[in-house]
């Protein structure tokens, strides 16, 4: 039994650092902009966890802006764009697109629902 044990502990020591989790920074959210729409339209975060918005545009110019939060970008086609964001009160806030895109512009926009992170 002895040996037995042994064996196991040097196991356990030797898959240790297998099982351990690396901090892998900020989870990225990847959204969408085309031609009246975001992708995702709703997005859930948690109160005080950073997170970086990558933006992308499949068509033409759009902006995202998030007023409550002070979060604004231009985004352009074929260019993807990473914001670094960590909203800092819990609620339902509204974000749109503030470059006018065409004919159904003023519908595009979006949800950002923050929870408290407890």
Known sequence: MNHYLKKC???M????PLTATADTGPTVIVIKASKFLFQPAKIELK???TVILEFTSSDRMHGFSLPDFAVRADIEPGNPLRVSFTPDKAGSFVFRCDIFCGDGHEEMAG????RDGG
């Open 47 to 49: 109160k005080g966890q």
């Open 13 to 16: 020591l030797l898959l240790a």
């Open 111 to 114: 949800e950002i629902i923050v």
């Open 9 to 11: 502990l040097l196991c």
